[in-house]
Structure formats: structure tokens, C-alpha cells
């Protein structure tokens, strides 16, 4: 089954299957990360739409998904917003000129891109130079008791939800190209991290 196949499926629960996490620390995080975010952003998986209540009235963002299920609900959120607009795109072959956004924004999106070392690509080429690449993302963690269950369950939840849960987001992103400028541990030691870069 494809990733746009499983994230069709999962669309309309898939809110309520991260409502715990939601609360307990999600929420915390995406208002820390969006809140004061300025300018032209592309935010690349926005999925149901979780982090368009977060965005500055001010600030312009464009959000992208494979999933038409998914961005119905993302579409719901953003209406009456006219900041914000959103559309149907591959994160793999973004359809936008070089270098037009200020920010350009993940979250928990990288662990089910196909390849995403070329979407990392993508997101480095349609940020300006002086912009910011940042991603909030679950990864492989460096301690290897937390590495060996991911690895013993990563095949589950693959199979089940198209979710990679130990990708080396790391290094994937300086293999993209990118520049980290800063690497912020959240929880489970290592495992959640907010990870900003710079084309």
C-alpha cells in the first residue's frame, strides 16, 4: 500500500490517534516553534492541518500534502484564514521558483517521505539563503537500548502507518546539502528533536 494510500485511510482518525501526545507535548512544541515565525513559509506535510491555529495572522504560509483526504481536514482549520493557502504536492518535486520562502517547516513528516534525503533537497532549494529550514521530527536515537526497540518495531509501524521510526533524520539532512545550526533534544532523550538549518 502506498503512503498516500495509508495516510488516505488513516485521514479521518488520525487527529484522535495523537490526541495524547497532543496535549501532553506536542502542542507545547509547535506553539514554541510557529508562534513567532515571520515572512513567507512553507510548512511541507501539513497533513489535518495541526499547526495552522499556531501560524502569526501576519505571517504568509503555504502548506503542501500527498494526501487529498488528509488536507480536507487540513482545509477545514485554514477557513477564513487568508494567510494561509494549501495544495495538493509531492515534497519530492516541490513546484516552487528557488529560493522564495523565508522558513520552510516539518513536522513528524520526514519518518514517511519515500526518499527523504530529495525532498531535504527540495526544502533546501525554494528556501532563501538567509532562510531557515526547520524541522520538528521523532528519529533513531543515539542511545542504542531506545535504537534497538526502534529497530525491532520499526517494521510494525511501517507496515501499518507508512511511519519510519528510525530514520537518521540527521544525517539525511546534511546529506541534503543543509547547514545545522541548531539541534534541540525535546524527549526521550534524543528521540524528538528540533533540528534548524540553513541552505
Given at each position: 500500500m502506498s503512503v498516500i494510500s495509508k495516510y488516505d485511510r488513516f485521514s479521518h482518525v488520525y487527529d484522535l490517534m495523537e490526541t495524547p501526545m497532543e496535549l501532553m507535548r506536542y502542542g507545547s512544541w509547535r506553539k514554541d516553534v510557529f508562534s513567532s515565525l515571520e515572512g513567507r513559509v512553507l510548512e511541507v506535510g501539513v497533513g489535518t492541518g495541526k499547526n495552522i491555529p499556531y501560524y502569526p495572522e501576519d505571517c504568509e504560509m503555504i502548506g503542501i500534502d500527498i494526501s487529498a483526504k488528509m488536507l480536507s481536514h487540513a482545509k477545514k482549520k485554514a477557513s477564513g484564514k487568508k494567510n494561509i493557502s494549501l495544495f495538493i504536492m509531492d515534497a519530492e518535486h516541490l513546484g516552487f521558483m528557488d529560493g522564495c520562502f523565508d522558513h520552510v517547516i516539518t513536522t513528524f513528516v520526514l519518518c514517511s517521505i519515500p526518499d527523504p534525503v530529495a525532498a531535504l533537497r527540495e526544502m533546501r532549494?525554494?528556501?532563501?539563503?538567509?532562510?531557515?529550514?526547520?524541522?520538528?521530527?521523532?528519529?533513531?536515537?543515539?542511545?542504542?537500548?531506545?535504537?534497538?526497540?526502534e529497530d525491532l518495531l520499526n517494521p510494525v509501524t511501517r507496515g501499518l502507518t507508512g511511519v519510519n521510526i528510525n530514520r537518521e533524520t540527521v544525517g539525511n539532512i546534511r546529506r541534503a546539502g543543509l547547514n545545522i545550526i541548531e539541534e534541540k533534544e525535546l524527549a526521550l532523550k534524543d528521540v524528538f528533536r528540533l533540528i534548524r538549518s540553513k541552505p
Open positions: 532549494r525554494v528556501c532563501k539563503p538567509e532562510g531557515t529550514v526547520i524541522n520538528l521530527e521523532h528519529m533513531r536515537s543515539s542511545d542504542r537500548k531506545i535504537s534497538f526497540v
